[in-house]
């Protein structure tokens, strides 16, 4: 949302009328940095949704042709070894129905790839590198840029500054004077040039604020600072509720490929029970051996079908872990997600974890993140691309209309200019203390740039003038 100003003069300008060139600024600085993450966040988010919604994260749906009979999950898991010679199994994903095949996930030295296999020949049907798929790259730069943590830190200040560029944005759109609501909900398709830019732009930011709000929340969940080190921590599931069990070094996050996400936030950080101890529930029947075969088909007793996976253990205090949640995409509805861990070597059941006994932080999240992924059906991925269109449209529009408004004198930025003694600067102090508070590195990169402004910018007043 850029609006324009009746009068370019601060001091010209009423009190309310000197606050908006005040959010305006603000606006147009937010932007500069917040709109080239934004059009990635909504093109690789394209490129995700596509996998999530329509087709497949390991790739193009595979189809195959129903039969009578099925192979022993034991069999199928056989002829993946015998495809990749020294292999380790690590898990295995039910069909989600008669028409797709099952997946097995192996790791062969450094790379782990997932084998499909036909559930009724035990035939392998595709091998993937399932860190090098079109989705994995797509989810990596998503969330990293590929450059690890700092590119994870710069996607986490775009999205604080996402907040601000909402908030300023809602303030000038929000309607006053001889604008009414009808302006800004619906835009004037008759009007042109630089106004038809603005008048679709202040319409379909307006709409989707609150959708980009939601998104950047759920996002920023998983960043390394807001997420990492504030919010996951508090809102995860306690280990404490199984205080009864021996309990793993390694953590839930173990049984997602390395840097992928596929494990329920509010379980990521909550440690795995470990096998080896006289600990549990009854689970597999007495005397019955603990293998794959077995604990698949106990899964099955207890309610799990359609598409679920069985981790296998990778050492001696391992657990087979058994799971269906919407994070990994094998439902369509979070609050059906379940854990069940399962003792390797006395197939007693040590854990059951669900939806209903996640934290509301969790539960949020859990439903947040299915949203946001596209992951509850068909509606949801719709949605997601009509959103990630407007995003892109959003920083289109608002790139178009500096281009059109700028001056015709060369390097000069444009900025919308700074009001002399500009009013309701207590207000402007607090939005910018709430960001800082509620987002610690958005607030502490404003801070850092007020204090340049104030203490060098406002000292060299060619390059100031550059940036106006």
Request: charged fraction near 15%.
């Amino acid at each position: 949302m850029t609006p324009s100003v009746a009068s370019a003069a601060g001091h010209a300008a009423p009190a309310l009328g000197r606050f908006h060139l005040l959010a305006w600024r603000w606006h147009f600085y937010a932007g500069l940095y917040v709109v080239p993450f934004l059009a990635m966040l909504a093109l690789t988010g394209l490129v995700m949704v596509f996998f999530t919604g329509f087709q497949h994260r390991l790739g193009m749906t595979i189809d195959v042709t129903p039969q009578a009979q099925t192979a022993t999950v034991t069999a199928q898991a056989q002829a993946v070894l015998a495809r990749l010679p020294g292999a380790q199994l690590k898990d295995y994903v039910a069909p989600k129905n008669a028409e797709v095949p099952a997946w097995f996930t192996v790791r062969v030295g450094d790379r782990v790839e997932s084998v499909a296999v036909n559930p009724y020949t035990a035939e392998v049907i595709r091998t993937v590198d399932r860190e090098n798929t079109v989705f994995a790259w797509a989810e990596k730069i998503h969330g990293t840029l590929l450059i690890g943590d700092l590119g994870d830190r710069l996607i986490e200040i775009a999205a604080g500054l996402g907040m601000v560029l909402i908030v300023t944005g809602v303030y000038m759109a929000w309607p006053r004077g001889q604008t009414g609501w009808r302006q800004v909900l619906m835009p004037d398709l008759k009007a042109r040039g630089r106004a038809w830019w603005k008048s679709l732009h202040v319409s379909i930011a307006f709409w989707m604020g609150l959708v980009l709000a939601f998104f950047l929340v759920t996002g920023l969940s998983w960043a390394g600072i807001w997420g990492g080190k504030f919010v996951q921590p508090w809102g995860s599931f306690p280990a404490s509720k199984w205080d009864d069990v021996p309990k793993s070094d390694a953590t839930h996050a173990a049984l997602s490929t390395p840097g992928l996400k596929e494990v329920p936030w509010g379980l990521e950080l909550t440690p795995l029970p470990a096998s080896g101890s006289a600990a549990g529930q009854p689970g597999l029947p007495a005397g019955q051996p603990v293998n794959l075969e077995t604990v698949n088909a106990f899964a099955r007793s207890i309610g799990f079908a359609g598409q679920y996976r069985v981790a296998v253990p990778q050492d001696e205090t391992g657990v087979y872990t058994v799971s269906a949640d919407s994070m990994a995409g094998d439902l369509t509805d979070p609050t059906g997600d379940r854990y069940v861990h399962i003792d390797r070597h006395t197939g007693k059941v040590l854990v059951q974890v669900s939806f209903a006994d996640y934290s509301p932080m969790a539960k949020f999240m859990a439903i947040g993140i299915a949203l946001h992924q596209g992951d509850m059906g068909l509606w949801s991925a719709w949605l997601n691309v009509v959103f990630c269109l407007a995003v892109v449209f959003l920083c289109v529009s608002g790139i178009v209309m500096w281009w059109q408004r700028r001056p015709a004198k060369a390097g000069r930025l444009a900025a919308p200019r700074a009001p002399a003694n500009a009013a309701l600067w207590k207000t402007g102090a607090v939005v910018m203390l709430v960001v800082a508070l509620v987002f610690p590195l958005t607030g502490a990169v404003l801070l850092a740039v007020l204090l340049l402004d104030a203490l060098l910018l406002s000292r060299l007043p060619a390059l100031r003038q550059r940036l106006n």
